[in-house]
């Protein structure tokens, strides 16, 4: 069974304040993809990785993909209290059936 | 809007009672995925449909569910003899071939 965990499960930090949210799994996916969801809604893409070793930026975010296609790491700079929410992470399957399992997120508050 | 689109967003009945979602997904999109989520966790893998063939089901997916997609559009997920630990969000995801899935904000269903 693939798995993949997420760590902190819960960070709270002040407004400005650096972080970083990690991923990791035993097995190799094709990719990965990164969710923002917020109370009462459906999960939100930001990104999507990969290739081994790439890394991506969205505005403060910064996504990095492992060399080895098991972990991925989500950097955000700056932290601001729009970017309060449930963060998640899901790795595509790379056998069998092609679907999508997904971390157990890390809920993020930014304390303004 | 031609977002995904599930209805209803709440759902509350009494245990024992079967429920039914529907899930209208964006229009040329072929892959249609639902999940469970509940509190605080990540969303879990329920099953998926390519078109109108439902290519797997996940070991959650107890006998009581049923998914159907009978004309490969839209999808409706039924719960019969509803049980307390039914209470959750179901969501819904599309998506075309193997682009990233787009959610809907799901419908969260409460047991009496």
């Known amino acids: 069974t693939q798995l993949l965990e997420q760590s902190p499960q819960f960070l709270s930090i002040q407004e400005g304040e650096n972080l970083t949210v990690y991923c990791n799994s035993s097995?190799?996916?094709?990719?990965l993809q990164w969710y923002r969801q917020e109370p009462g809604e459906g999960p939100v893409l930001l990104v999507t990785?990969?290739?081994?070793?790439e890394v991506k930026k969205l505005k403060r975010l910064t996504f990095q993909f492992g060399d080895a296609r098991k972990d991925s790491s989500l950097h955000i700079t700056a932290a601001q209290p729009g970017d309060t929410g449930l963060y998640l992470c899901?790795?595509?399957?790379?056998?069998?059936?092609?679907?999508?399992?997904f971390g157990t997120g890390t809920r993020l508050k930014v304390l303004a | 809007d031609t977002g995904v689109s599930q209805d209803p967003r709440h759902k509350i009945t009494k245990r024992g009672q079967n429920v039914t979602f529907r899930c209208d997904p964006i229009?040329?999109?072929?892959?249609l995925y639902w999940y469970r989520q509940t509190l605080g966790q990540g969303p879990e893998f329920l099953t998926y449909?390519?078109?109108?063939?439902?290519?797997?089901k996940s070991r959650l997916l107890s006998d009581r569910f049923s998914a159907e997609r009978p004309k490969g559009s839209f999808s409706t997920l039924e719960i019969q003899r509803t049980e307390q630990g039914d209470s959750a969000m179901y969501l819904c995801?599309?998506?075309?071939?193997?682009?990233?899935?787009?959610f809907g904000d799901g419908t969260r269903l409460s047991i009496l």
């Open positions: 995801a599309s998506s075309e071939g193997y682009q990233p899935q787009h």
């Open positions: 097995s190799v996916f094709s990719s």
């Open positions: 990785v990969v290739t081994g070793g």
């Open positions: 899901a790795g595509v399957t790379t056998s069998g059936t092609y679907k999508y399992i």
């Open positions: 229009s040329e999109h072929n892959r």
């Open positions: 449909f390519q078109n109108e063939a439902q290519l797997e």
